[in-house]
């Protein structure tokens, strides 16, 4: 632009010192803004979820949040390019490369910085602007998960204010001098700054006292087993087919699917922790953490799913649950005549409704859980007890932070998520995944093992099939069934050839009922319809 500097009174003519730093050192100064900004960011969260001031430190680092939409936002082609190239460290690839686009962003953020100031600040307030709302849509973020990052944005703005911009009190005008001596400092302090936090963020504990009392009830649930334990039948042969490209069997707990409304994951301590059976009982009963240790436990494996999870979803997992036997408990609490509903409730106010028939049922084995994969809970799925009830959708049974079961009436009472549209029974529908291909895959030509998961949680899966371009439905190898509560696995091997071509699979029920085609939404009450991949052969 030619227009005199007169009619622009930018801050660099008021200075009236063009002599700027180096491009190379303002993108290393760029980058060390940045990286201070997020260290700073980091550290934040993990203070914060020290104190439970954030859901948890994961929910409430920028870093995390990012990536998480970063993920979700990377088109198809170049998830499957990843997948191709670097197989199960997909996630990795891409997660580098979101590190290599913000090293460009904070590199492009601090060359812009040395002419136009604003536009470099205002360039990275965008990112951080971006962060937050990567950050507040994740399920289960809550307002406070986005504090770290703004504070952090806070501070990047005033750090690349001080050492970049060419204003009044800047350090970068003079290449000589105290000046010169100041932007250096500022540079590396950064620079320090970025490492000190980063390197903090990681050490910091997450919850003080509330992990204390993880710790030990961790020892206290190791021991759990001898007589009073009903164990679960040992797996049999055949549980599990080898089809690589099949989830396995038992989902670990850091794979599992969490989904809550805790704005921060509740951290309760075990030793304070209380269970009151409240309402319609002759009986109210008052259950410490001991109390539950010390009664008769039972083992086994229930496949827990969401309501929300659409068809091909991920919002389902199987694992392994100690505890105690509901039914066990609300015998002895001894419900009166008339109740027809157990509105449970957590330390963070959810209420969850179930039927009160299905929990009583002594062969449904509906757990109050304290182990998960023989493993104390983790806090983000209910430590120190929860609920898992076979068959029933998670919404309406598998309350986590569990603190109390009131004996209600549907007809007094309505539960959190009923109020909002969702059937009040929640019974599990007949479903069925492909998991192998991933959609749009491209396969050479020849032997290809589609497999897959299909479940019906306390109904029992007894078919699976394949169908390929609305051809006939060919019978799939599936794995033996541990119980009826688990979902089964399936395989089966197709002489792809080349040319396009639609997969689809269904599953049938034990009872021979063919899962529905109809395409059903998750709400009210569960999605329906065939799974299906689109696939290239070469
Ligand atoms: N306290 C509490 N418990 C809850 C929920 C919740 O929001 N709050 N969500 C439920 C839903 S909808 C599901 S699907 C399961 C998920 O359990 P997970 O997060 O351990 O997989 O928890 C259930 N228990
Ligand atoms: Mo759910």
């Known amino acids: 632009m030619t227009i005199p500097t007169q009619a622009q009174p930018t801050a660099e003519a008021a200075s ?14 760029g980058l060390a803004v940045v990286a201070a900004a997020v260290g700073l960011a980091e550290l934040v969260a993990a203070i914060g979820s020290y104190f439970n001031a954030v859901t948890s430190a994961t929910s409430a680092s920028p870093l995390n949040g990012l990536g998480a939409t970063f993920i979700q936002f990377t088109p198809e082609w170049l998830k499957q390019f990843a997948i191709a190239q670097f197989g199960t460290n997909d996630k990795v690839a891409l997660r580098v490369g979101m590190g290599i686009t913000l090293i460009i962003l904070a590199a492009v953020i601090g060359v812009i910085a040395r002419s136009k100031p604003l536009i470099a600040q205002a360039l990275f307030v965008v990112l951080g602007v971006v962060t ?14 986005a504090i770290p990052t703004i504070l952090g944005i806070a501070a990047g703005v005033v750090l ?22 100041r932007f250096v400092q500022l540079a590396t302090g950064s620079a320090g700054l970025a490492v000190a936090s980063g ?27 001898g007589a009073s334990l009903d164990k679960m ?50 009986n109210p009963i ?14 086994r494996m229930i496949t827990l799913t969401c309501v929300s999870n659409e068809i091909g979803g991920e919002l389902v997992g199987n694992a392994k649950w100690q505890g105690a036997r509901l039914a066990d408990i609300l015998a002895e609490a001894k419900p009166m005549a008339g109740a027809d509903m157990v509105m449970s409730r957590s330390s ?45 959708y998670g919404y309406v049974s598998a309350t986590k932070w569990v603190v109390e079961l009131e004996v209600t009436k549907y007809s007094d009472q309505k539960a959190y998520w009923t109020n909002r549209g969702w059937g009040e029974m929640g019974p599990i529908k007949t479903a069925n995944r492909i998991d192998t291909p991933k959609s749009f895959q491209k396969l050479p030509a020849g032997k290809f093992a589609i497999g897959g998961i299909a479940w019906h949680q306390h109904l029992g899966i007894s078919k699976v099939e394949v169908q390929i371009d609305g051809g006939e439905w060919m019978e799939a190898k599936i794995s033996t069934e541990v119980t009826i509560d688990t979902w089964r696995q399936w395989s089966y091997v ?23 085609e109809s395409v059903a939404g998750v709400l009210p009450d569960g999605a329906t319809g065939y799974d299906s991949r689109f696939v290239t052969v070469t």
Do not use: C
């Open 16 to 29: 009236g010192a063009p002599s700027r730093i180096g491009r190379i050192a303002a993108a290393l100064v």
């Open 132 to 145: 937050v709302i990567a950050i507040l849509t994740r399920t289960g973020a809550g307002p406070a998960d």
């Open 348 to 392: 963070d106010g959810m209420e969850i409704g179930s039927p009160l028939a299905v929990l009583l049922e002594k062969d449904r084995d509906a757990i109050l859980a304290v182990t998960m994969n023989d493993e104390v809970l983790p806090f983000e799925h209910g430590f120190p007890v929860r609920m898992v009830v076979p068959g029933l």
């Open 494 to 516: 197709w002489d792809a050839t080349p040319g396009q071509h639609t997969i689809k699979s269904r599953a049938t029920d034990s009872k021979g009922e063919v899962q529905t």
């Open 199 to 225: 390197v903090l963020s990681r050490v910091i504990p997450t919850s003080a006292a509330a992990e204390a009392s993880r710790k030990s009830a961790a020892a206290e649930t190791a021991s759990i087993g």
């Open 233 to 282: 039948k040992a797996l049999p042969a055949g549980y599990q087919l080898d089809n690589a490209g099949v989830v396995s069997f038992v989902t670990p707990n850091t794979d599992f699917y969490r989904i809550d409304t805790a704005i921060t994951v509740p951290r309760l301590d075990a030793n304070t922790w209380e269970l009151k059976i409240t309402g319609m009982v002759e």
């Open 286 to 299: 008052t259950i410490t953490y001991k109390d539950l240790l010390d009664r008769p436990l039972i083992e």
């Open 160 to 181: 690349l204010r001080k050492v970049l911009s060419p204003d009044k009190d800047a350090t970068v005008a003079a290449d000589t001098g105290p000046n010169r001596r």
